[in-house]
């Protein structure tokens, strides 16, 4: 197995990863629409943002690998952001760089492998954006250019100025030991640590501004049963699945929280409860219209999902009793949902 070489700018590779706040921090949905995309267009099991940083790879998006982060000696990300052209491998067997690469010759056994180095504005290589697939396969140089493509959209939405609100700044504020203890990786999410300091943060907010904040608690139904079904692996992607749909509904600046693996909670700042009520509809149409996927296994599951806006006088109270509260509030009634639809 070859091991990659170090970039010449590997401090300044380090410190430009470290600012932009890609590291043990939230999936995000900008970057998730693109890697499904990806799948998509080509066709494959597995596409990743990878970004490769001091002795790993951090997996900022991640459609069909059940893995958070690698070690980037076995990485061939870290081969890939050596070159500004893609690194393509039709049949990792056959090229004596991975052939006894351990992501070869066990799980998830790549065979097939392309990743275009992604940049910031100034040109420093972060990562890739990659392509893995268990079965060899040709990849032309049209191929080659959309992925040259779907990577300048990745490296867009790297340079727009990031948004000022309490869970960016609260992601930045965190040291990367922090961030690595308040985050669920495979899921993409806050854990219940995470929410509860980020929570402290957002009562903090609504009490300088005046604003109410809202809880959207999001139950699974028939989870155990569907465990006993499908495995606890194939639970993993429905998880996955279930907080990417609450990333793509969700409006800028929501946090969201995975406190179990069939139980979420996302953060709405500053909605009213119109505007609350709305999108709350929309997520509910959301998991009535799409399949939870895993591996060519669909299953289609009943959401229960509850409410709880704070008052000014819960202002006071601890993430811990918020939380509580979200708790006890009750599942939200198919007549509930369409008295709240606009005419």
């Known amino acids: 197995m070859q091991k990659p070489d170090t970039p010449q700018n590997e401090d300044e590779r380090t410190r430009t990863i470290h600012n932009l706040g890609l590291i043990y921090s939230p999936s995000e949905a900008r970057f998730d629409r693109i890697t ?3 799948c998509r267009h080509f066709d494959v ?8 940083y001091k002795e790993f790879q951090w997996f900022k998006s991640n459609q069909g690998l059940n893995a958070c982060s690698t070690d980037r000696e076995i990485s061939f990300c870290g081969h890939a952001i050596l070159s500004d052209e893609a690194l393509v491998v039709e049949n990792a067997l056959l090229d004596p760089r991975f052939m006894d690469n351990p992501l070869v010759t066990e799980g998830p056994k790549i065979r097939f492998y392309a990743g275009q180095p992604i940049h910031d504005p100034f040109g420093v ?4 954006l990659c392509l893995i697939d268990g079965s060899p396969r040709q990849f032309t140089e049209e191929d080659r250019r959309d992925l040259k493509d779907f990577a300048r959209l990745i490296e867009a939405e790297i340079a727009k100025p ?18 690595l203890l308040l985050i669920d990786p495979l899921v993409g999410t806050w854990n219940r640590r995470g929410l509860e300091a ?3 943060k957002e009562i903090e907010q609504a009490r300088r501004s005046k604003q109410d904040i809202s809880l959207i608690r999001l139950k699974l139904g028939a989870f155990q049963d569907m465990q006993s079904r499908f495995g606890p692996e194939r639970m993993i992607d429905f998880s996955k699945f279930t907080a990417s749909i ?13 406190l179990a693996s069939d139980e979420f909670v996302t953060t709405c700042p500053g909605l009213r409860q119109t ?17 939870l996927e895993t591996q060519g296994v669909k299953a289609l599951v009943d959401v229960e999902v509850s409410i709880l806006t704070l008052s000014r006088e819960q202002l006071d109270c601890s993430p811990e009793e918020v939380l509580a509260l979200l708790q006890k509030q009750p599942a939200r009634q198919d007549d509930q949902q369409d008295t709240h639809k606009p005419a």
Do not use: P
């Open 198 to 200: 980020l929570l402290e």
């Open 36 to 38: 499904r995309l990806v």
């Open 275 to 291: 505007e609350l009520l709305k999108l709350v509809d929309h997520l509910e149409s959301q998991f009535k219209r799409n399949m």
């Open 246 to 258: 609450l990333r793509d509904t969700m409006t800028g600046g929501c946090g969201v929280a995975s």
């Open 125 to 128: 290589a972060l990562g890739t």
């Open 162 to 179: 990031i948004d000022d609100n309490v869970v960016t700044r609260f992601v930045l504020s965190l040291s990367e030991q922090q961030r």
């Open 45 to 52: 099991s597995t596409a990743l943002v990878s970004i490769i």
